[in-house]
């Protein structure tokens, strides 16, 4: 078994192995993180001239190991079981250790996907974690979703019909625009031009999918971005123009996007749902909350760069 950093070319192997693996997701993809346009290299741990296991490791805003804007799960990613579950658990084990051996000093502060359930090797070397929460919809056991709506998410879907509100295509400027309303009187963390520059990277690749609703006057008043694969559809973004919030449109384009997804993906992803506020609004719409880890080198390194990073976002 032997761990080493993959040579471009080599990506395309990487990300048919994330197709298979159950750790795998569009964000470790590395079309996925061009796009993001921050700096990435991807370690894999080989066995018999095969990867069993491997982790794409990207830099973030402020340039140390950690899940840029917009890349919502990385960290380790194991082949399918396909024996023995014993053996299994002891394969993903030396893959842990091949992997925590070959990482970079320093700060080192990742998200992993829900399907990595035991962070064991990484407390035993040191490590530290966060469990955090996030609401999916599974349409293999959900597939008539809306029936599991509750009444905070099916009466301002009827309020903003009432208003003949219209799910409707919109122009990427528009998008943004609307966007960067919904933190107002504060600001986002990131650019108009850094957000511009992902939704045309990300609409190149073909896995995003926007929409607006509108009043007849065309007047926008929100809108909602996802990235997808077969695999999931994930809420990136999602905004309101404070103005109109009162129509509650953007209820009926949350129902809208899931419906899209619905079709194309097996799992609905809402994210954000660390956020009070948000969660309330998520927890509606019916979908499962699940648990996912933040694990981290413990570090004055560590403590800095969160203090840091709370700063450089604000400015953005």
Request: charged letters at 20%.
């Amino acid at each position: 078994m032997n761990y080493r950093i993959l040579e471009e070319h080599q990506y395309p192997e990487w990300d048919k192995f994330v197709d298979l693996s159950p750790q795998g997701s569009i964000y470790s993809k590395s079309f996925y993180l061009k796009s993001i346009g921050y700096p990435f290299k991807i370690g894999v741990v080989e066995e018999n001239n095969r990867i069993v296991g491997g982790i794409a490791l990207a830099k973030n805003e402020v340039g140390v190991w950690s899940n840029p804007l917009f890349v919502k799960y990385l960290g380790v990613l194991y082949a399918p079981c396909s024996g023995n579950k014993v053996e299994y658990q002891s394969l993903m084990y030396k893959i842990d250790r091949e992997i925590i051996a070959n990482v970079s000093g320093g700060i080192w502060s990742y998200y992993f996907h829900p399907n990595f359930k035991n962070w064991l090797n990484f407390y035993w070397k040191g490590y530290r974690q966060t469990t955090q929460y996030t609401y999916q919809i599974d349409f293999s056991e959900s597939p008539d979703f809306r029936s599991n709506y509750g009444e905070k998410v099916r009466t301002p879907i009827k309020a903003a019909q009432k208003h003949e509100l219209l799910i409707d295509d919109v122009d990427l400027e528009t998008f943004a625009a609307v966007n960067i309303k919904t933190y107002q009187p504060g600001r986002p963390p990131y650019s108009k031009e850094r957000l511009l520059n992902l939704l045309n990277n990300l609409a190149g690749e073909n896995c995003l999918y926007i929409k607006a609703v509108r009043d007849k006057a065309g007047n926008v008043h929100s809108v909602a971005a996802i990235v997808y694969d077969r695999r999931s559809a994930n809420l990136i973004l999602n905004g309101n123009d404070p103005v109109y919030k009162k129509f509650a449109g953007n209820s009926m384009l949350i129902d809208h996007i899931i419906e899209f997804a619905s079709s194309r993906c097996e799992i609905f992803d809402f994210e954000g749902s660390m956020h009070e506020s948000i969660e309330k609004f998520y927890r509606g719409f019916g979908g499962e909350i699940v648990p996912y880890y933040l694990i981290y080198r413990t570090s004055l390194l560590t403590r800095a760069y969160h203090f840091l990073l709370n700063i450089v976002k604000r400015f953005i």
